[in-house]
């Protein structure tokens, strides 16, 4: 076999066995987090974890597929790990891109779901809003 294909070969290997860790890790664990961000519908945070690992795996495995081609042939064992080295650690430098990206998208939601759970309401239910003229007449046409 050409060292080149199996430098190829390795890398696919390598790279989806990775993006596959990284997905199964991230909706186990993100599931959890998707519900709090979501109120406890645990429906719809199974459902978006779903929607989410397949948006993972499509945009990784494109971007890995993308990435396979050498821009030179691979002559000796050293070309294969070098070769490798560089694609393996920006398919890595591309998962933690993306893993972060959900991270951060996912706590701007959870922060803002947070702060419409926080705010009360401006006047309670029986109370009044007190006025300048409270205990005094109202003034004419109020």
């Known amino acids: ?13 390598i790279s989806v066995c990775l993006t ?3 997905a199964r890790t991230l909706s186990t664990n993100g599931r959890v987090f998707l519900s709090d961000v979501l ?12 929607l989410l690992v397949v948006g993972f795996y499509l945009v990784n495995l494109g971007f890995i ?12 064992a050293r070309g294969i790990f070098e070769t490798l ?9 591309a998962l933690g891109v993306m893993h972060l990206g959900n991270v951060y ?15 009360f309401p401006p006047v309670d239910p029986d109370g009044h ?14």
């Open 105 to 119: 998208v996912l706590n701007k939601i959870r922060r803002r779901g947070l702060m419409e759970r926080e705010q």
């Open 85 to 93: 080295s560089v694609k393996l650690g920006v398919v890595l430098l």
């Open 65 to 76: 597929a993308l990435y396979l081609k050498a821009g030179h042939s691979v002559h000796d």
């Open 39 to 50: 109120h406890g519908d645990e429906r719809l945070a199974d459902a978006v974890n779903h």
């Open 129 to 142: 809003t007190p006025t300048p003229w409270s205990g005094s007449p109202k003034p004419a046409g109020a």
């Open 1 to 13: 076999m050409d060292r080149t294909v199996l430098a190829y070969v390795v890398y696919l290997v």
């Open 20 to 22: 596959v860790w990284v």
